[in-house]
């Protein structure tokens, strides 16, 4: 009975006082029952389904597609993985698709690591998208030595290969990652950059375009979500990237907003990036959120403070984004505090684990979940395209009005195809 009691107090409960409490013993009486063949009524379910949708259902109704970073480490763990497949619509490779591991010898690829994740989401009727193709981290150590003369007909047959392996199997490629210096006074100098100027960007584009033709390719970058002089000469140089490459028809469909969020002073305000991603709506492209996550080394160190304190900060981002019909897909860098990237590259100083995505070590929900599925319920509807408009988890009536309306702006911009 108290562990019964414990499971019923990790699920949200909507509606009524009175609701929530029948709810909540039809709730425990599922629970006590286990695998008991005493049947639910047709109502009793659909309201227990309410009550616990996914986040990836939340998201899909109102035309986004909710997703989740994942590493092969977090795919071992049958728990973590069960999770996974519940909330998610979409799956982005942490690191199976980048050059060290895709190509760790000149010309030798290794897709093991990707093709399970892509046979994975496909099992289970979920997307994957691509991350990441031109990057200066994570290189194979050959390339290092490479000699300069040599890099264009490296770059062309590394994008070549691995965007044509999955030829129309992935919706998304970031191609590009985070091409902007850090202070925002132009293209970051990397070897790309040395060997080919800043066409690197057009060819990349352009060789990836060709290898798949289907495919929405974004330039992905971080450091732009937050109000502060340092974002905003960020947000311009983006910006003056992108009129560059829309101008000149380089094949360009949209950006990425890492979205490496701080919770603390710099944090809550994003009145600046609303009136930033009108803009690059208004260039006819589409938005992705791309590797969200709250990072806490600034909050105090109680556990449910912090959760209270993350959520709010998951609350402010989401409003601001979700406002814009051209953002199409979020996605959290992991689902789960047990495997966030941010314990090792960013520990708090107390040496408390960062609490930072939706669900805890445990993987059980934490505020944030109620949040996030607060903020897609009331999200813009968004631009879709036919083929990406998938059938919600229930049987609720589409919005279509609105999410029709936001296309014809969109096909008018040329975002849809």
């Not at 949708?53 to 993985?81: C, K, P, T």
């Not at 093709?115 to 193709?133: F, I, S, V, Y």
């Not at 979940?369 to 395209?385: H, L, N, Y």
Request: hydrophobic fraction near 40%; charged fraction near 25%; glycine fraction near 8%.
């Amino acid at each position: 009975m108290e562990q019964a009691w414990a499971r019923l107090g990790s699920v949200h409960l909507a509606g009524t006082t009175a609701q929530r409490v029948l709810l909540a013993w039809c709730l425990l009486v599922l629970t006590l029952l286990g695998n008991s063949a005493w049947p639910l009524s047709g109502q009793t379910q659909q309201r227990l389904d309410i009550s616990v949708v996914s986040l990836g259902a939340a998201a899909q109704r109102r035309g986004r597609i909710y997703g989740a970073a994942v590493s092969q480490q977090a795919l071992e763990d049958r728990d973590f993985r069960s999770l996974l497949l519940q909330q998610v619509r979409s799956m982005t490779p942490e690191n199976a698709l980048k050059w060290e591991v895709v190509e760790p010898q000149r010309g030798h690829f290794d897709f093991r690591q990707g093709d399970a994740l892509l046979r994975l989401a496909k099992r289970h009727g979920l997307e994957m998208r691509g991350h990441t193709l031109v990057w200066e981290q994570q290189e194979p150590a050959w390339l290092q030595t490479v000699a300069s003369s040599d890099l264009r007909t490296i770059l062309k047959a590394h994008i070549e290969r691995v965007v044509g392996h999955y030829r129309g199997q992935l919706r998304s490629w970031d191609v590009i990652n985070e091409p902007l210096a850090d202070d925002g006074s132009g293209l970051r100098r990397h070897r790309w950059w040395r060997a080919l100027g800043p066409e690197y960007i057009d060819l990349a584009l352009e060789w990836a375009h060709q290898a798949d033709p289907g495919a929405r390719l974004l330039i992905n970058e971080y450091g732009l979500e937050a109000q502060t002089p340092a974002a905003a000469v960020k947000r311009r140089a983006l910006l003056a990237l992108l009129r560059d490459l829309r101008r000149r028809n380089v094949p360009l469909h949209g950006i990425g907003l890492q979205a490496h969020l701080q919770a603390g002073p710099d944090g809550g305000r994003y009145d600046e990036l609303v009136g930033f991603l009108k803009q690059v709506q208004a260039l006819g492209l589409e938005i992705q959120i791309t590797e969200l996550d709250v990072d806490d080394r600034q909050l105090p160190g109680d556990p449910a403070l912090r959760d209270r304190l993350v959520a709010a900060e998951y609350d402010s981002f989401l409003a601001a984004v979700l406002s814009n019909p051209a953002v199409r897909q979020v996605t959290t860098w992991g689902l789960s505090d047990r495997y966030t990237w941010l314990n090792s590259q960013s520990p708090r100083s107390d040496g408390r684990g960062q609490r930072a995505l939706p669900f805890d070590e445990a993987l059980r929900a934490k505020p944030a979940v109620a949040v996030m599925r607060e903020r897609f319920a009331k999200a813009a509807s968004a631009a879709v395209s036919r083929r990406d408009r998938v059938a919600t988890e229930q049987s609720t009536q589409e919005e279509s009005d609105g999410i029709e309306g936001a296309n014809a702006v969109l096909l008018q911009q040329g975002v849809l195809r």
